[in-house]
């Protein structure tokens, strides 16, 4: 049974937003942490937000902080990544994770065990 499933990736110019959204249909939602990780062709996946249990605390990369908002709703099992001010650089493949940590900088890749297969985000110029 697929555990993570992202949707809402798409294709829009440079200081345009996006908003993704993630479900575990196969996890017990609320017993997880959530984190969104984004990698593009070359480069190493990059944690770029998290949130905890609650939906208090969250964290962000700084390539994304203040641009780039996470939310959870527990009573719909989601997660969304709000995305704003978008630029080129943020073209890449994006994949919602559930697992154990949120750090204020942004979830790591070893703290999370299940992984949705992913959501292209383009961005043009």
């Known amino acids: 049974q697929v555990k993570v499933v992202e949707s809402g990736g798409g294709l829009v110019q440079a200081g345009g937003s996006l908003r993704l959204s993630c479900t575990t249909p196969?996890?017990?939602?609320?017993?997880?942490?959530m984190g969104w990780f984004r990698q593009s062709p070359g480069k190493e996946r990059e944690g770029i937000s998290c949130?905890?249990?609650?939906?208090?605390?969250?964290g962000y990369a700084d390539s994304v902080a203040g641009r780039f908002t996470i939310s959870r709703d527990n009573a719909k099992n989601s997660v969304d990544l709000q995305m704003n001010s978008l630029k080129p650089e943020d073209t890449a493949t994006y994949y919602c994770?559930?697992?154990?940590?949120?750090?204020?900088?942004?979830?790591?890749?070893?703290?999370?065990?299940?992984w949705g297969h992913g959501t292209q985000v383009t961005v043009s110029s």
């Open positions: 949130i905890d249990m609650s939906g208090r605390a969250t």
């Open positions: 994770a559930a697992g154990f940590s949120c750090n204020h900088n942004g979830p790591r890749s070893t703290d999370f065990s299940h």
């Open positions: 196969g996890l017990t939602f609320g017993h997880y942490m």
